[in-house]
RNA sequence: GGACCCGUAGCUCAGUUGGUUAGAGCGCUUCCUUGACAUGGAAGAGGUCACAAGUUCGAGUCUUGUCGGGUCCACCA
């Protein structure tokens, strides 16, 4: 066996494991019929990411699930990867074209994907690689990127399957419009932050009187110069004669009617509403309703255009600037008022959108929403916990057409083409040589790539090989469980559950596990603009992947709110195992040491803190096992802390530890060590692996180790409740030196007395009661003994004297005990009132009453027994 | 404007269908370098469970309202 040092090195070993597990396949799944799949989602990261606490918070607790699946005895397959994050990535790679004072146009599509490309292969793999540093137990050898080329082939068979189904369609409408990123997005792209702006009030001059004018009222006044009307509420009285009449619109002079519109609401500004169709949704829908043209006034990138007039080529926002002003010297600017809205900002770039008209490709969504409902509805799909369904739900009723066609070049590009010569489209699987229609070979290929997400939404079958390879798909298909945060319940979580009933016809997994975010001590996000991130490689390296893991599961509640030395309670619960281990191995001597050792041990004959700890542990199993099913990780964490440290370690071993010299302890403990270690595993893997080595049970690692099952025959509820009462004397005995400021070396007498049986009890139990209160003369009687001078008090049912003559105070010990009697008095009285009322005997169950009854018995023996020792002090 | 979440010890949080004297970790106080571990051990202090009303034999837990903090969604320009 190796040395173990006294202090886990964490450094050496996770790496060491790391390595181990991938050289050696260890987590690689196979499509085994004699088990069953347990497969898991996660969300891919973007090719772009560095490693942030939400990753490790995420995929600390997938792996805690897979692992627990897989030592269960299911062929559990995480399937890792990237994904290609098409606006993201572009920009990462423009930004370092612009180092070069370049633009993607001035070197072309095609040197621009070689860019990419190349990024791609170079820092592509960094976040896999700081996956694996945490200890993901993920199916290396599967590992995905989203733009592989059967991934790819996924993508299009897709498409072009909706396509024919009539559920993609092109169309002329109002999208929102990054112009930073120069590309369309869809309306989860957009997120909408509240923003203290203005309300413009403008006149607008009538036609058939100049003097006279209609005020409206604007947020966005550069896009009055694309207005083509002026709407009103029909049945607001203020302007019934107006309706029909002719404006001229300021600046540019242009001629537009007042519309009537139920749309309008009266009360908001003057009730006058511009209508700009090219640039904003409702008058796009307006403009359709009342055919009114529309007039597009900006560029792609954000300036005036030559719809514009003078302002032509001014950007969006001075635009604005310089058109309020112009309007003032006019004299049509009548106010501004402070107006705060929502206004959409680029989730990739934070730009302020544009609600901008442009032809784009769309996916229908009701279609598909009808039956990803339902499976949530039904139970099919649920979410944990339960209250997102109704998040998703509320999206789902209220879905919209999603925009998929993006302007960017990293990405699945559309499967479409145009002839050049009878404008025939094609849409097809294979790239077209000739136009079905006329057979010309001038065909030209839609620009556009896809959504990113139109790829992300087929990952829980796509990965698998899907439509080709449908062995993996049919064995891993559906997968159980999802993990993610709630941001991309719209963007993912939604989508892939539509393509998975459309495509697969299931639902891709049965369990949507809703974690929170990782913010800072002051509930902040974590982000690096903020500069309050923590690293989780920085925590690696100073406190280790298990206390990383371990640390940020057992904080998790809701959201996680964490500073840096709340990872000391994972280093040192690590450290804790080690140690632990260490004692228990220097000690052991026998060699053949079979696995799962406890079914052969005869726990009959075994002494109480044995029979105690194996009951403990196989409770601590249960919950874990329990609480695991029910993605209650913490809970999990917390039975499992509780067992080792605080049972296992802080009484146990401590009471075994002058007897392991004998073999039956040695084989007792070593059993329980063992079990517990395969117990700890999914949660702190990597000390659990290396300790399991120096255990020397198997050849095998501990990852492909069964789980422990919890045995009902070694629960123990007799030895539970005794050693319970051996604790709680010590603890007494305990506290009562302490009071009296008795050094820790120095022994005291003791004299117990109580029940025969009790006394029995503790007989067995004496040298470990004398090793753990220090006790150097301790006696049993059955009498109350005459002690003046004693420090004395009552556990259970039993009375402990520990003279001190000397030392004691008697009167402040009198007080102290009379203070505890009025303490249990008060309590006895609540309760025997509560059982003198008749409403409580009558309506609670027979069980709460008998609870209460007992606990009066308790309650009244002890008085007694404090009665007895106080008259005994005089 | 809708929807949701949170308010429990100095701090961060558990507390599963209402039923012991409300728990843990950190921090704090006192003591302990006894060969597994000072990243440790022992003992202890600390809470009218935000507030108010209600339902109930019984409320940290259920209902309603108030106050405070947070999140998501939303095309009133």
Not at 121 to 149: A, H, P, V
Not at 671 to 694: D, K, Y
Not at 736 to 765: E, F, H, Y
Request: a negative charge; glycine letters at 4%.
């Amino acid at each position: 066996m190796a040395e173990m040092s006294t202090r886990f090195n964490f450094t050496d070993v996770e790496e060491k494991w790391c390595r181990f597990w991938e050289d050696n396949h260890i987590f690689h799944a196979r499509t085994d019929p004699e088990k069953t799949a347990y497969s898991v989602v996660i969300p891919p990261p973007n090719v772009t990411g560095i490693l942030h606490m939400g990753h490790a918070l995420n995929n600390t607790l997938q792996d805690i699930i897979i692992r627990h699946k897989r030592m269960g005895g299911h062929e559990a397959c995480w399937m890792p990867g990237t994904d290609h994050a098409g606006i993201a990535t572009q920009n990462v790679v423009e930004k370092q074209l612009a180092k070069e004072k370049k633009t993607r146009h001035d070197i072309g599509r095609e040197a621009l994907l070689e860019r990419l490309w190349a990024w791609k292969k170079q820092y592509g793999d960094t976040i896999i690689n700081q996956l694996k540093k945490l200890g993901s137990s993920c199916d290396w050898d599967r590992t995905r990127f989203t733009m592989d080329e059967d991934y790819s082939q996924a993508v299009r068979h897709v498409f072009v399957s909706l396509y024919e189904k009539g559920l993609i369609y092109q169309g002329q409408y109002i999208i929102n419009w990054c112009p930073r990123c120069q590309t369309a997005l869809s309306d989860e792209e957009a997120e909408h932050q509240e923003h203290q702006g203005a309300l413009y009030y403008i006149h607008y001059p009538l036609k058939k009187d100049r003097s006279k004018y209609l005020t409206v009222a604007t947020t966005r006044p550069e896009t009055m110069l694309g207005d083509t009307a002026v709407a009103v509420n029909p049945k607001d009285p203020r302007y019934q004669d107006l309706i029909g009449e002719t404006l001229i619109l300021p600046i540019v002079d242009r001629e537009i009617p007042i519309i009537a519109d139920d749309f309008v609401s009266p009360e908001f500004g003057t009730g006058a509403v511009k209508v700009t169709p090219a640039h904003d949704p409702n008058d796009f829908a307006m403009g359709q309703r009342h055919n009114l043209p529309s007039v597009n006034v900006m560029h792609p990138d954000g300036r005036m255009n030559e719809n514009a007039g003078e302002f032509a080529g001014t950007d969006r926002f001075e635009a604005r600037e310089a058109i309020v002003e112009f309007l003032n010297e006019l004299k049509a600017l009548e106010k501004i008022e402070k107006h705060s809205h929502a206004v959409g900002h680029c989730y990739r770039c934070h730009t302020v959108v544009e609600p901008y008209l442009s032809k784009q490709w769309f996916v229908k969504m009701k279609p598909l929403a009808a039956p990803a409902l339902k499976v949530v509805q039904d139970g099919t799909v649920r979410f944990y916990p339960e209250r997102w369904s109704k998040v998703y739900t509320a999206w789902l009723e209220n879905i919209r057409d999603w925009c998929i066609s993006r302007q960017i070049w990293w990405g699945h590009r559309i499967p479409v083409w145009y002839c050049q010569e009878c404008g025939e489209v094609i849409v097809a699987l294979e790239d077209p040589f000739r136009c079905p229609k006329c057979s010309s070979t001038l065909l030209k290929q839609d620009e556009d790539v896809l959504d990113t997400w139109f790829s992300s939404w087929l990952w829980p079958f796509a990965t698998f090989g899907w439509p080709q390879n449908n062995e993996d798909t049919r064995y891993f298909y559906p997968t159980q469980s999802l993990f993610t945060a709630s941001e991309i319940i719209f963007f993912w979580v939604a989508r892939m559950i539509m393509a998975g009933i459309e495509f697969m016809g299931d639902v891709p997994f049965h369990n949507v596990l809703i974690h929170g975010t990782v913010r800072d001590a002051q509930g902040r996000k974590m982000s690096k603009s903020l500069g309050n991130a923590i690293d989780p490689l920085e925590i690696i390296q100073e406190y280790g992947a298990d206390a990383l893991r371990f640390s940020l599961i057992i904080n998790s509640g809701q959201d996680i709110y964490i500073s840096k030395d709340k990872f000391e309670i994972g280093r040192n619960f690590a450290n804790k195992i080690w140690n632990a281990s260490r004692l228990v191995l220097m000690n052991v001597r026998f060699t053949d040491r079979p696995a799962s050792a406890l079914e052969n041990i005869n726990l009959a004959n075994a002494d109480l803190p044995a029979q105690w700890i194996v009951s403990r542990l196989q409770s601590t199993i249960e919950t874990v096992d329990t609480a695991l099913d029910q993605f209650r990780f913490s809970e999990a964490e917390n039975a499992i802390y509780d067992f080792f440290w605080g049972a296992f370690c802080d009484w146990y071993l401590e009471l075994v530890k002058p007897d392991l010299s004998r073999e039956d302890v040695q084989r007792i403990t070593f059993a329980v060590l063992e079990q517990s270690i395969r117990l700890m595993h999914p949660f702190i893997p990597f000390v659990t692996e290396e300790i399991w080595q120096h255990l020397g049970v198997s050849q095998e690692c501990l990852s492909r180790q069964a789980w422990p099952k919890a045995n009902k025959q070694f629960k123990n509820s007799v030895a539970e409740t005794r050693m319970r009462l051996f604790m709680e004397l010590t603890t007494a005995l305990r506290n009562t030196r302490a009071q009296w400021n008795i050094r820790p070396n120095q022994k005291i007498s003791c004299v117990i007395t109580g029940s025969q049986n009790d006394l029995d009890l503790l007989t067995t139990m004496q040298d470990k009661l004398k090793l753990m209160a220090q006790i150097e003369d301790l006696n049993f009687s059955a009498e109350t003994p005459s002690a003046k001078d004693s420090a004395s008090g009552v556990v259970g049912p039993l009375k402990f004297f520990v003279p001190l003559s000397g030392i004691i105070d008697i009167d402040q010990e009198k007080s102290r005990m009379r203070k505890e009697q009025d303490e249990l008095d008060r309590l006895c009285q609540t309760i025997t009132k509560r059982l003198s009322n008749e409403q409580f005997l009558a309506k609670a169950p027979q069980d709460v009453v008998d609870k209460e009854k007992a606990k009066v018995e308790q309650l009244t023996e002890k008085m007694n027994a404090l009665k007895t020792v106080l008259s005994n002090l005089g």
